[in-house]
Structures are given as structure tokens and as C-alpha cells.
């Protein structure tokens, strides 16, 4: 059989004279029995779970949302606090984020394959997803049953997430540096360290740059839950809390702005960062 003719025999004629591939991927049929499951859990769910809708009461709803710009309801000392417990929220972010990258860098550097030998960047990458696969907040809470509760332990599990987040995107983002120039370095004589600041670094710097706005943005959202989920003080976590039990509307806004507003800041950096890497 010639090769047209194998090509030919893929395809099939339809009654509008159309041809259609006569073998379909499997990923397509994949994708179509996720669909047809995630359906059908829905369906199910819909129709077995129970929900007390007659309690429902859009009047106490559309209450809350008018308090909730109620700025005006709230003192300019009260402002003040929220705003310094959010300073000390995006702290703590940084304070994690720049720890756990400064620890990471040289165990990136030894798990980049062309920077290190293959048994040890397979064991260091291992040991990095086992960290990674567990939840940040999982960690903190490890600390915080063996070492107490404190900002402390919370930086430090925060640190320890994050040691795992930069051991992948270091390896990754040093794995991408041109091969040549790094044999043109080792075949001219350069050492191993000449190599990671001559050509690794300076190939890299922007995207090293980025991923640290991104872990930062990740520790910040980090540090605003580790107040009300496990109850460490001074972040503007634990004001969300207080406001919300209390039911103090005006003040529970207040603080869910200065978050999204911090929020927004980060990923307006990270696209900047993400466009310089990309030019």
C-alpha cells in the first residue's frame, strides 16, 4: 500500500462530502468522559444534598453588602490598625519569601541537571515535590504543634513550602540556559563557580526576579489565612476574624479591600516582570 494511500485510509467521507478524521485522539475522548463525569457528580450532588433555601433572606444579604461600604462607620484609628496589620501581613510574606529563596538557590543550582550530576538532581528534586505536595498551611501547623504557636513557627513552615517552590523554579529556570555558552565557559577554562556567575545568573536574573514577586503574592495570601485558621496575631487575618464573629460589617470590608488591593498590586508586578522576561 503506497503512503497516499495510507494517509487516504484515516479519513472517512461524510454526507456533506466533508472528510473527517476516522481516528480521534484519545485525549479528546478523555476530556469528554471528565466532562461526563464532572456532570454527573453535579447532578448528583444537586439532588442529594439538602439546603435550608427557605431560611434564605435576600433583605439580611443586600444589608450586609450596603455595610460593607460603610467606611464612614469606621475611626481613623481603626484605619490605622488595619493598615499596620497589614504591613505586617505583606512582611511576613516578604520575610518568607526572601528566607526560603536564599536557602534554596544552591540546592537549585545542584538539582539543574546541566549544572550537577543526574543522581543528585534526581534525589534533591524528590525530596522537593514530597515538601511541595504537602499544603503550606499544613506545614505551619506542623510547627506550630511541635514549637507553639507564634509568628515565628508560622514563618518558618511558611519557609519550608516555599524552600520547595524555589528548589523547582531555580532548577527549571537554570536548566533553560543555553548549553553552548556553559561549554564554551568549561571549554575555556572557567570553574564551575565562573560558570554559575558568568553565565547561569545573568541569563536568569528576570526570571528569578519573577518567581520571587509570585511566591511573595503566595505567602501574602498565606500569611492573611494563617490568622483566622490557626490564630496568629498581628496579621490582618485575625482582624477579618474578629470582625466577622462580631459581625462588624464596616470594618470586615475595610480589611477585605486593603487585601485585594495588596493582591492586585502584586499581580500588576508580577506581569511587569512577566513582560520583561518575556522581551
Given at each position: 500500500m503506497s503512503?497516499?494511500?495510507?494517509?487516504?485510509?484515516?479519513?472517512?467521507?461524510?454526507?456533506?462530502?466533508?472528510?473527517?478524521?476516522?481516528?480521534?485522539?484519545?485525549?479528546?475522548?478523555?476530556?469528554?468522559?471528565?466532562?461526563?463525569l464532572f456532570v454527573v457528580s453535579l447532578v448528583v450532588f444537586l439532588l442529594t444534598a439538602t439546603y435550608k433555601w427557605d431560611q434564605f433572606r435576600p433583605d439580611i444579604v443586600m444589608e450586609m453588602a450596603a455595610s460593607f461600604l460603610r467606611f464612614d462607620a469606621l475611626k481613623l484609628s481603626e484605619m490605622t490598625y488595619i493598615a499596620s496589620l497589614l504591613v505586617n501581613t505583606v512582611f511576613l510574606g516578604v520575610l518568607s519569601t526572601v528566607l526560603a529563596a536564599v536557602l534554596a538557590f544552591p540546592f537549585g543550582l545542584l538539582a539543574a541537571t546541566n549544572l550537577s550530576s543526574v543522581r543528585c538532581s534526581n534525589v534533591i528534586k524528590s525530596i522537593a515535590s514530597f515538601v511541595r505536595?504537602?499544603?503550606?498551611?499544613?506545614?505551619?501547623?506542623i510547627f506550630i504543634s511541635s514549637y507553639g504557636l507564634s509568628a515565628t513557627t508560622a514563618v518558618v513552615g511558611m519557609i519550608f513550602h516555599g524552600w520547595a517552590f524555589f528548589v523547582k523554579s531555580y532548577s527549571e529556570s537554570f536548566e533553560e540556559v543555553d548549553s553552548g555558552i556553559i561549554e564554551a565557559l568549561k571549554a575555556s577554562g572557567a570553574s564551575w563557580f565562573q560558570v554559575i556567575t558568568e553565565a547561569v545568573l545573568p541569563s536568569c536574573m528576570t526570571r528569578i526576579i519573577a518567581w520571587l514577586a509570585m511566591r511573595s503574592e503566595i505567602n501574602f495570601a498565606v500569611a492573611v489565612v494563617v490568622g483566622p485558621a490557626i490564630g496568629v496575631a498581628g496579621t490582618i487575618g485575625s482582624v477579618i476574624?474578629?470582625?466577622?464573629?462580631?459581625g462588624f460589617y464596616p470594618g470586615l470590608g475595610f480589611s477585605i479591600l486593603c487585601v485585594f488591593l495588596v493582591a492586585f498590586l502584586f499581580e500588576l508586578l508580577i506581569n511587569k516582570l512577566r513582560t520583561n522576561t518575556i522581551d
Open positions: 503512503e497516499i494511500q495510507l494517509v487516504n485510509s484515516d479519513f472517512k467521507s461524510s454526507k456533506s462530502k466533508r472528510y473527517k478524521l476516522r481516528n480521534k485522539e484519545v485525549s479528546d475522548q478523555l476530556i469528554k468522559v471528565i466532562l461526563g505536595a504537602v499544603p503550606t498551611i499544613i506545614w505551619v501547623l476574624n474578629a470582625y466577622s464573629r462580631s
